[in-house]
């Protein structure tokens, strides 16, 4: 009788210890698949490489972000008395030099910014250096950063089932702009010497001179609209003869 009981007992406490066995390894199979859910972090390397034209750098790299995804990639020299941290809001002095969008495409990213310009007497020259007159109480950084952002709610060629939310970034690149809208960046500095020398002039446009006019005086004159109009159809013949049937239908 007693060992009876006691097998009883015996598989009822097996049971209960394979159930609970079984309750503990749905947990923990639950909690596995919700860590493996969570989204990576984001992320954005940047390489800049100089080019095969003086003034001319090719910025590329790679990324997890989605395909079609619109990066900007900007250089920018800091022209204030220190370096500007980019990745802040904090208001500074700076020139954006040139600005590209680029797609990514199977986690690569690449384009080519030219940070020189042709002033009018053919000087090379940045786009802060072009038009000022207070030039001289700048202090340019010797560093040009290339800034490359990603914005999410700017994205508009990516489809749905790629778009990425709001709530999925996340990591060290995410940064916050001034209204809590989340944002993407990653950067590179480079020492970026000032442009020299000269090249040929550009040619200016008719909108660029005489205040839009261009040069009127190359302009040939246009005959006057009273000249263009021909007096014949006002000539008619003078007679007192009876009108005609064809006349009278007028």
């Not at 210890?17 to 990576?40: D, F, G």
């Not at 950084?141 to 490359?148: H, I, P």
């Not at 008719?206 to 006002?234: D, L």
Request: aromatic share 8%; charged share 15%.
């Amino acid at each position: 009788m007693f060992s009876h009981f006691y097998q009883q007992f015996s598989q009822k406490i097996q049971r209960f210890a394979a159930q609970k066995w079984v309750v503990i390894v749905l947990v923990l199979v639950l909690c596995v698949s919700c860590v493996a859910s969570e989204p990576p972090d984001i992320a954005l390397t940047v390489k800049v490489e100089a080019g095969n034209r003086p003034g001319f750098y090719n910025v590329s790299g790679t990324t997890n972000l989605p395909n079609q995804s619109q990066i900007t990639v900007a250089a920018i020299r800091s022209l204030g008395p220190t370096n500007q941290d980019f990745g802040t809001e904090e208001k500074g002095t700076y020139s954006i030099l040139d600005r590209k969008s680029v797609e990514v495409k199977q986690g690569n990213w690449q384009t080519t910014l030219n940070l020189w310009q042709v002033a009018p007497d053919g000087r090379l020259r940045e786009a802060w250096q072009l038009g000022s007159s207070e030039t001289g109480s700048l202090n340019p950084s010797a560093e040009v950063a290339f800034v490359t952002t990603f914005d999410p709610t700017s994205q508009r060629s990516v489809s749905k089932q790629q778009q990425v939310n709001i709530q999925d970034l996340r990591g060290s690149l995410v940064r916050f702009s001034a209204e809590g809208q989340p944002y993407v960046q990653a950067a590179q500095s480079l020492q970026v010497n000032l442009p020299t020398g000269r090249t040929t002039p550009p040619r200016l446009t008719a909108e660029e001179v005489n205040g839009g006019w261009g040069k009127r005086y190359e302009i040939s004159p246009q005959p006057s609209v009273a000249s263009r109009i021909s007096t014949q159809q006002f000539e008619r013949t003078q007679t007192n003869a009876p009108l005609s049937p064809a006349e009278f239908l007028r």
